[in-house]
C-alpha cells in the first residue's frame, strides 16, 4: 500500500516556474514507476510526466516537452515535477501517481495502482 501526497501548487503567471513535490509513505518506493498526471476544467486527465523506478528513463507528453522536467529522489521516497516557462494552458489539478514494477513505455495507457489527491496549479495570463 502506498499514499501520496503532493504539494507545491499554487497560483503564478504566465512564464513563471513551480516544482511540484509527490511524497510517498509505504515500503519499497524505488520499486515503484512514478508519473504526473493533470486534470483540468471539462476535461479528461492526462497524462504529464513519468519516471522509471531506477531514474534512468523518462517520458513526457509532447505538451510539455521542454518545459517540465520529472525526478525523483528514492532516498526521499519523494517525486517531483519542475515545471517552467508555464502557460495559462497548464492550468489544472495535477495528481501524482505510481505504478509497481510499471516500465515507462507503458506510462500514458496503464492502469496506475495508485493515486494522490491532488494539487492545484493555476497560471495567469
Known amino acids: 500500500q502506498v499514499q501520496l501526497v503532493e504539494s507545491g501548487g499554487g497560483l503564478v503567471q504566465a512564464g513563471d516556474s513551480l516544482r511540484l513535490s509527490c511524497a510517498a509513505s509505504?515500503?519499497?518506493?524505488?520499486?515503484?514507476?512514478m508519473g504526473w498526471f493533470r486534470q483540468a476544467p471539462g476535461k479528461e486527465r492526462e497524462f504529464v510526466a513519468a519516471?522509471?523506478?531506477?531514474?534512468?528513463?523518462?517520458r513526457y507528453a509532447d505538451s510539455v516537452k521542454g518545459r517540465f522536467t520529472i525526478s525523483r529522489d528514492n532516498a526521499k521516497n519523494t517525486v517531483y515535477l519542475q515545471m517552467n516557462s508555464l502557460k495559462p494552458e497548464d492550468t489544472a489539478l495535477y495528481y501524482c501517481?505510481?505504478?509497481?514494477?510499471?516500465?515507462?513505455?507503458?506510462?500514458?495507457?496503464?492502469?496506475?495502482?495508485?493515486w494522490g489527491q491532488g494539487t492545484q496549479v493555476t497560471v495567469s495570463s
Open positions: 519516471i522509471s523506478r531506477s531514474d534512468s528513463s523518462t
Open positions: 509505504g515500503q519499497f518506493f524505488s520499486t515503484y514507476l
Open positions: 501517481a505510481a505504478e509497481q514494477f510499471g516500465l515507462v513505455s507503458g506510462a500514458d495507457h496503464i492502469n496506475w495502482d495508485y
